[in-house]
């Protein structure tokens, strides 16, 4: 019918608008239907739909059977392999030849072997899975085949066993009756469980047992024969005072017989004999003694002198043993007591030789001082009143020489006038030695800036060189250095005049060279040189080398007064020459820099630290002589007692030595060799516990900073603040 109404001829577009004809017409005769053929209609639709979701249920219930099946096969086949894996595993567990137990998170049994059970036999009964691990301790506490140690309860024992429970792992020896042996290792897995082994160790224990008396019969004999070669004379008592053991030479020392001496005898025999025989010095009696033999607590050692007449001495050292015991030995001392007499008469022969003898020095030095101040006087003295004529005749010259008009006369006046000042300056040379001789001159040392004085002798030189035809050259430095700023001009002044005094051509250099924390100060020349031999005569008062320069140009005082000088200050003073090559005179002096401010911080809060600080020891560690002597100072002007090192080797030495434990430290943190304070630090503690300690450091960045705070250390920075000091150790003292 649709073929009829529908052409396939027809264009695609004219097909359909037939088509949408036919749909219009059936739609409008549908809505023509009667109400109840509607109705009907959508019963039936229902109904259709009805019948697909039921199907799509059924579909979804039989799915939900076959998987359910499924899951069913698999469970049942998982029980089976978990079945299987039981059984190997305690097939497995049976096989190993040691008890096994396995207790759950809980505490409970799971499984065990029958090895387990087989060193107690009375417990047997009572392994059954879901037992309790109290239970099982007490009923382990309980069995009679534990043999317990003495002076401890079955309680006890119980109770000590639960605490060993409590750790992740625990190995211990269970001591069973019939001399038999067990170990016991106990073993906490990661969800919990508990895993118990039990291994027969009563072979190795019986052996044990069997090579430790074979050694003590060996070291028996070797004490032995070692207590019949040593000079002093041994006796070995028990706890309760009953003699065990002893050599030769304490027989014939006491002069006992050796069939009196036996094992088990009191030593109130030997102390009977002791104090029939010989008289104790010391301070002590022979009840002392004994007291000290009776003592129930801890005893300290004993020592005392015994003397038999004049003929013999004895020292006596008693010490007690851990098990309470003691040792006395005896040394015959007697010759070195007669040696000791010898030597103390000897001494007082000689102590009065040395009184005598000192007293005649003194004599001598008193007349050499009164000589010394004599002539001092009379150099300051002449000195003094030479000036003023000088001065005045200086004064009349000048006014002469503005009155001449002949150059000649000038030239005569000039040299006149350079005569009367190198009078001048012989003249103050004069005083310069006489005061350095003297021994009572003092100096002033002061952070003193270099330029300062050798700006102002350059400029009072460069006219004098410049007439000799000399290249003065300079380099200047500036430096702070630890001086005195008067002598250490005359230093330099003399050192630059002599240089130029006796360098006939060529130049003279003066500079300064870095050595460290010290400043080397040069003077070089191109003179002739000065011979090896003649290299310590210069140094001599009025000795000149060169015997062709007059007087007016020095009476060969200049080098006395700077080798004395450099004396009096301890500045080095060096001398390199040879003939022909010129000289180099080079004085060191200290450099002023942040780990040399140190000593001027001396005496800082020290009435408020003295009290807190007195009989404390501090361990001060610090490669830098100069701030580590500056630093003791200081801590010991506190009443502190320093322990001073300057690396860790030191250190631990030190306190080895003395037997001590620091209150506090101070460590530098960049020693020597790459050594780093908070490793020195570490390594101190680890040795003799935690001790407050502070790192010190003039190298403050950030790096040093971590890594002190990751040590857990904090920092006094340099210079050190005394305040800062202070407080630290109050606090680690208090």
Same mark, same amino acid.
């Given at each position: 019918m649709s073929a009829a109404l529908i052409d396939n001829s027809d264009p695609l577009d004219r097909q359909n608008g037939k088509l949408l004809k036919i749909i219009e017409v059936l739609m409008r005769r549908?809505?023509?239907?009667?109400?109840?053929?509607?109705?009907?209609?959508?019963?039936?639709?229902?109904?259709?739909?009805?019948? %697909?979701?039921?199907?799509?249920?059924?579909?979804?219930?039989?799915?939900?059977?076959?998987?359910?099946?499924?899951?069913?096969?698999?469970?049942? !086949?998982?029980i089976r392999e978990a079945e299987r894996a039981r059984s190997d595993l305690a097939n497995a567990i049976e096989t190993i030849q040691v008890g096994f137990a396995l207790f759950d998170s809980d505490g409970r049994l799971v499984l065990h072997n029958s090895r387990f059970g087989m060193y107690m036999p009375d417990?047997?009964?009572?392994?059954?899975?879901?037992?309790?691990?109290?239970?099982?301790?007490?009923?382990?506490? =309980?069995?009679?085949?534990?043999?317990?140690?003495?002076?401890?309860?079955?309680?006890?024992?119980?109770?000590?066993?639960?605490?060993?429970? =409590?750790? $992740?792992?625990?190995?211990?020896?269970?001591?069973?009756?019939?001399? #038999?042996?067990? !170990?016991?290792?106990?073993?906490?897995?990661?969800?919990?469980?508990?895993?118990?082994? =039990?291994?027969?160790i009563t072979d190795i224990i019986r052996l044990e047992r069997r090579e430790r008396g074979k050694l003590l019969d060996d070291q028996a004999q070797l004490i032995r024969a070692t207590l019949e070669h040593i000079d002093q004379g041994v006796c070995i008592f028990d706890r309760s005072g009953q003699l065990r053991g002893w050599n030769q030479n304490a027989g014939s020392m006491l002069s006992i017989p050796?069939?009196?001496?036996? +094992?088990?005898?009191?030593?109130?025999?030997?102390?009977?004999?002791?104090?029939?025989?010989?008289?104790?010095? @010391?301070?002590?009696?022979?009840?002392?003694?004994? +007291?000290?033999?009776?003592? !129930?607590?801890?005893?300290?050692?004993?020592?005392?002198?015994?003397?038999?007449?004049?003929?013999?001495?004895?020292?006596?050292?008693?010490?007690?043993?851990?098990?309470?015991?003691?040792?006395?030995?005896?040394?015959?001392?007697?010759?070195?007591?007669?040696?000791?007499?010898?030597?103390?008469?000897?001494?007082?022969?000689?102590?009065?030789?040395?009184?005598d003898r000192t007293l005649?020095?003194?004599?001598?030095?008193?007349?050499?001082?009164?000589?010394?101040?004599? $002539?001092?006087?009379?150099?300051?003295?002449?000195?003094?009143?030479?000036?003023?004529?000088?001065?005045?005749?200086?004064?009349?010259?000048?006014?002469? !020489?503005?009155?001449?008009?002949?150059?000649?006369?000038?030239?005569?006046?000039? $040299?006149?006038?350079?005569?009367?000042?190198?009078?001048e300056d012989i003249i103050d040379a004069l005083l310069d030695i006489s005061r350095l001789e003297s021994g009572h001159v003092e100096v002033d040392v002061t952070h003193v800036p270099l330029r300062r004085i050798t700006d102002q002798l350059i400029d009072e030189f460069a006219?004098?060189?410049?007439?000799?035809?000399?290249?003065?050259?300079?380099?200047? #430095? @500036?430096?702070? +250095?630890?001086?005195?700023?008067?002598?250490?001009?005359?230093?330099?002044?003399?050192?630059? &005049?002599?240089?130029?005094?006796?360098?006939?051509? @060529?130049?003279?250099?003066?500079?300064?060279?870095?050595?460290?924390?010290?400043?080397?100060?040069?003077?070089?020349?191109?003179?002739?040189?000065?011979?090896?031999?003649?290299?310590?005569?210069?140094?001599?008062?009025?000795?000149?080398? %060169?015997?062709?320069?007059?007087?007016?140009?020095?009476?060969?005082?200049?080098?006395?007064?700077?080798?004395?000088? #450099? &004396?009096?200050?301890?500045?080095?003073?060096?001398?390199?020459?040879?003939?022909?090559?010129?000289? #180099?005179?080079?004085?060191t002096v200290p450099l002023v820099s942040v780990a040399r401010s140190g000593p001027e911080i001396r005496g800082v809060g020290g009435a408020r630290a003295r009290a807190s600080l007195e009989g404390r020891i501090v361990l001060l560690i610090e490669n830098d002589p100069d701030l580590r002597h500056a630093l003791t100072l200081l801590l010991r002007g506190w009443g502190a007692d320093v322990v001073e090192a300057g690396n860790l080797l030191e250190a631990l030495t030190q306190l080895a030595d003395l037997g001590l434990s620091p209150d506090a430290m101070l460590v530098d943190y960049e020693l020597d060799e790459g050594v780093r304070g908070p490793e020195v630090i570490a390594r101190i503690i680890a040795r003799h516990g935690v001790i407050p300690a502070r790192i010190i450091t003039g190298h403050l960045v950030a790096e040093m900073h971590a890594h002190c705070r990751a040590a857990g250390l904090e920092v006094l920075p340099k210079p050190i603040d005394p305040a800062e000091l202070e407080a630290f150790l109050k606090a680690a003292v208090g």
């Open positions: 549908v809505e023509q239907v009667t109400d109840d053929g509607g109705a009907a209609y959508a019963h039936f639709e229902r109904a259709v739909i009805l019948e %697909d979701q039921i199907s799509e249920r059924t579909r979804d219930l039989e799915h939900a059977l076959d998987l359910l099946n499924d899951s069913n096969a698999q469970l049942a !086949q998982a417990l047997v009964a009572e392994l059954r899975p879901g037992l309790e691990f109290a239970d099982y301790v007490r009923h382990a506490s =309980q069995s009679r085949f534990l043999e317990l140690p003495d002076m401890q309860s079955r309680g006890d024992w119980a109770a000590r066993r639960m605490q060993l429970h =409590q750790e $992740k792992h625990v190995m211990f020896n269970l001591n069973l009756t019939g001399d #038999c042996w067990v !170990q016991v290792s106990e073993h906490r897995t990661r969800d919990g469980q508990t895993v118990i082994l =039990q291994t027969d050796i069939s009196r001496f036996r +094992v088990g005898i009191e030593f109130d025999v030997i102390l009977r004999r002791i104090g029939s025989d010989f008289e104790i010095e @010391g301070g002590l009696s022979a009840h002392d003694i004994a +007291v000290w033999v009776g003592a !129930q607590d801890r005893r300290a050692p004993l020592r005392f002198y015994m003397r038999s007449g004049t003929h013999k001495t004895l020292d006596v050292f008693a010490r007690q043993m851990p098990d309470r015991g003691f040792v006395i030995s005896f040394s015959d001392v007697t010759a070195e007591r007669a040696a000791a007499r010898a030597l103390a008469h000897a001494n007082e022969r000689l102590e009065q030789r040395v009184r005649e020095l003194e004599d001598a030095l008193a007349k050499a001082e009164r000589a010394n101040a004599s $002539k001092s006087r009379f150099v300051a003295a002449a000195s003094h009143d030479l000036r003023q004529p000088l001065s005045a005749a200086r004064l009349y010259l000048a006014s002469l !020489q503005e009155e001449l008009a002949s150059a000649d006369h000038r030239v005569l006046m000039d $040299k006149a006038q350079r005569a009367l000042t190198s009078v006219p004098i060189a410049a007439i000799k035809g000399l290249e003065l050259r300079y380099v200047p #430095c @500036g430096a702070m +250095v630890e001086s005195d700023a008067s002598y250490l001009r005359r230093v330099l002044q003399n050192l630059i &005049a002599n240089a130029i005094r006796y360098t006939p051509s @060529g130049k003279v250099l003066v500079g300064a060279r870095r050595q460290g924390r010290n400043l080397r100060l040069e003077v070089r020349d191109t003179g002739p040189g000065i011979a090896p031999a003649d290299q310590d005569r210069i140094f001599q008062e009025f000795h000149r080398l %060169d015997a062709h320069v007059s007087a007016a140009e020095g009476m060969g005082l200049g080098l006395a007064i700077v080798d004395r000088a #450099c &004396a009096l200050l301890g500045h080095p003073l060096e001398l390199r020459s040879d003939l022909g090559c010129g000289a #180099c005179f080079s004085v």
